[in-house]
């Protein structure tokens, strides 16, 4: 744990989903990746994730992110560990991860998405895959194999627990992490923590240890109140503005930093709240969010 009074050595990022939605295409569609990135770097961020609109070849991408002055930090890979083996998994995002080393990225994003639900706006909820006990040995086996595939090769996975996932609330992290190898990080995602009913801050400070990446999104309580008192599916809740950027909303961000920090936590907190761009214009609310972030990494 670092002195009360050193500096705490994180990096600020954020995610393009608040400037191009990947699960809703029609949410700033016609923004040009440039657009984003320029005002990416102008709220003061170091580095940005993978949108579907980057290129995905090194010798493409590298000099655009040069040109903004911003790092790639890491990419989403949505797994399907229920229906493959850890060897066909690995050969799968064998593309995936041959782009994050080439741009020096420390973390692959790792979800498990086989009947997963947060992509249609059809389905609530209440409908997403749950995992037998027979289901999770074998999840765990894999998903420990393809960690340690990805430490071999240079890289930490950071599972990242999702609404409408087999992995959506605190009892699944529990669980999943209780099983799996240390290899097996955790992304500590605050909205969707707050989303599935649990307290960001004590996640953090009981799995600090396993985080190796930080998604910073607030929720606002009276929609989210909504959204599951009414069942509604992901993407409507995103629509109607469940989320938002840290500072906005109800998630106390210095403690889960304060945890973070205690456990030794260095790495890259990113701003990630997908919101239509149309009602949260862009680059408002990325300096919002950084400047949400940045008090509380002070109180932190």
């Known amino acids: 744990m670092p002195a009360d009074n050193a500096p705490w050595a994180v990096h600020l990022g954020i ?173 500590l995602d605050t909205g969707h923590l707050a989303y599935a009913g649990a307290d960001p801050a004590a996640v953090a400070r009981r799995h600090g240890g396993r985080v190796r990446h930080v998604h910073c999104k607030d929720v606002r309580a009276e929609v989210l109140a909504r959204a599951r008192a009414e069942d509604w599916s992901f993407l409507d809740a995103v629509l109607a503005g469940v989320f938002t950027v840290p500072g906005d909303g109800a998630v106390d961000f210095a403690a889960v930093l304060r945890n973070l920090r205690r456990s030794g936590y260095a790495g890259w907190l990113v701003v990630e709240a997908e919101q239509d761009p149309a009602r949260a214009e862009p680059l408002t609310y990325a300096r919002l969010g950084r400047r949400g972030l940045a008090r509380a990494i002070a109180a932190a």
């Open 15 to 187: 995610n393009p989903i608040g400037w191009s939605n990947d699960d809703l295409p029609e949410l700033g569609g016609v923004t040009p990746l440039e657009t984003c990135l320029a005002e990416a770097r102008e709220a003061g961020y170091a580095g940005i994730e993978l949108g579907r609109k980057f290129p995905r070849e090194p010798g493409r991408l590298a000099p655009i992110l040069a040109r903004h002055g911003l790092d790639l930090i890491s990419g989403w890979y949505g797994a399907r560990l229920r229906e493959r083996s850890a060897a066909e998994e690995i050969e799968a995002m064998a593309p995936h991860l041959g782009l994050l080393k080439a741009m020096g990225c420390g973390v692959l994003i790792f979800a498990e998405v086989s009947g997963a639900v947060h992509g249609d706006r059809e389905l609530p909820l209440s409908r997403r895959p749950r995992l037998s006990d027979a289901e999770w040995r074998i999840l765990a086996e894999r998903l420990t194999a393809v960690a340690d595939h990805l430490a071999h090769e240079g890289l930490a996975l950071a599972y990242h627990h999702h609404m409408g996932t087999v992995i959506e609330n605190e009892a699944e992290v529990d669980r999943l992490l209780a099983a799996t190898g240390p290899n097996v990080g955790l992304l």
